[in-house]
């Protein structure tokens, strides 16, 4: 058996037994997921595509692709809407500052 073969079936035992209860083997991550509506975003403030990216400095494209799902927004772009949606009018005080 190859190397990589060796170190594919080990990895599968190593998951098999943190599985069953054996967590000195393998390890877990937890991955949140967390679905942002950015259309509904953008119109829960009444604005444009146009208007939703140049108030909170998006390219239009993004904000295009974002609500058709042909991409989405991930990391800090993510913690940023959700502020955002939270609190529109403290992020556009905090953009204003620097304008």
């Not at 599968?12 to 991550?29: N, V």
């Not at 991955?31 to 400095?57: N, W």
């Amino acid at each position: 058996m190859t190397k990589a073969g060796k170190r594919i079936i080990a990895g599968a035992e190593q998951a098999l037994a943190y599985i069953e209860g054996d967590k000195t083997k393998g390890r877990s991550h937890k991955v949140r997921e967390t679905k942002i509506d950015v259309k509904a975003i953008r119109q829960s403030l009444k604005l444009t595509q146009l208007a939703f990216a140049e108030k909170y400095a998006f390219s239009l494209s993004s904000v295009k692709q974002w609500e058709t799902n042909k991409r989405v927004p991930e990391g800090p772009t993510k913690a940023y809407l959700k502020v955002i949606e939270a609190h529109p009018k403290i992020v556009e005080k905090a953009l204003n500052k620097f304008s």
